[in-house]
């Protein structure tokens, strides 16, 4: 699933390509919305909210997507031959004079009132990269879970937007502790330290065509996707095991000497999903 400084970057170029204009097409291939027509009027903004894409157009109307693990956004010239896949997976294109967005296996397309749109999104904890961020707000919904494992909180979107599989393992690996050590077990400093960490990574990359957590040149993240080969740090070989009860591929780096708490044994199972009455993670 697209991290949500990939969100933000597709909700740029949707937004260079659309915002100001007058919709000369518009396709809605879902069956709830095959009859719904946009076309002429004027897309206002395009705007992320975590890992949701809010395309509003005048008439008070948003169009809510979510990319999930194979959707995507493309954006053509009037002249360019579509290649994000075969037509049957279009599930949705907004035209305008000069450019038009099509959008590719999406798992979420919706039509809302733009007055309604926290239907779609008011769950969503503090956005990483958007205006409402708040980061005594993620500690505490990060302090409200101390019994679940920090990469699970971590990816739950109700304590803070934006985080996946790639800034999970990263933070982790930048915290020094494992993503099955229980957050209420983080040390005080680093639980404080976290959100903040988490926005200027966010920050760092949302401009970047390919991602960089370790500021070097050479290796651009210091974990995630590197197995086995050895540490940036230490030199021991990195770790990798599925996180979560295995619904989900959910692969998690780390390094077993520059992290110190639980982890699985090589050739583990997928260990138990966290749960809480109160909470139960999306």
């Not at 260990?271 to 999306?282: A, E, F, V």
Request: hydrophobic share 35%; aromatic share 6%; with cysteine.
């Amino acid at each position: 699933m697209p991290e949500g400084d990939t969100i933000w970057q597709a909700a740029r170029r949707l937004h260079d390509a659309l915002a100001g204009k007058v919709l000369t097409r518009s396709d809605l291939r879902v069956p709830a919305y095959a009859t719904a027509d946009l076309t002429g009027r004027t897309v206002l903004d395009v705007t992320a909210r975590g890992k949701h894409l809010l395309t509003r157009v005048e008439g008070g109307l948003t169009l809510h997507s979510h990319l999930r693990m194979d959707g995507a956004w493309k954006i053509y010239a009037n002249d360019q031959r579509w290649t994000g896949g075969p037509a049957h997976q279009i599930r949705a294109i907004l035209g305008a004079h000069d450019r038009t967005a099509v959008g590719y296996r999406l798992p979420v397309l919706e039509l809302l009132r733009t007055a309604d749109e926290q239907q779609a999104v008011g769950h969503l904890g503090p956005d990483l990269l958007g205006p409402d961020w708040d980061a005594e707000r993620a500690v505490a919904n990060l302090a409200a879970v101390p019994d679940c494992p920090l990469g699970e909180a971590l990816l739950d979107q109700r304590n803070l937007a934006g985080i996946g599989n790639v800034y999970k393992s990263e933070l982790c690996f930048l915290l020094g502790v494992t993503p099955w050590l229980p957050v209420g077990a983080l040390p005080a400093d680093r639980t404080a330290k976290l959100p903040e960490l988490a926005k200027k990574l966010l920050e760092a990359n949302r401009d970047r065509p390919v991602r960089n957590t370790t500021g070097r040149r050479g290796p651009g993240l210091f974990v995630y996707g590197r197995t086995p080969r050895p540490c940036l740090r230490c030199g021991t070989r990195i770790r990798v095991a599925d996180q979560g009860d295995g619904s989900r591929e959910r692969p998690t780096y780390w390094c077993p000497t520059c992290q110190t708490g639980p982890a699985p044994a090589p050739g583990s199972p997928p260990t138990q999903r966290w749960r809480s009455r109160s909470r139960i993670l999306p």
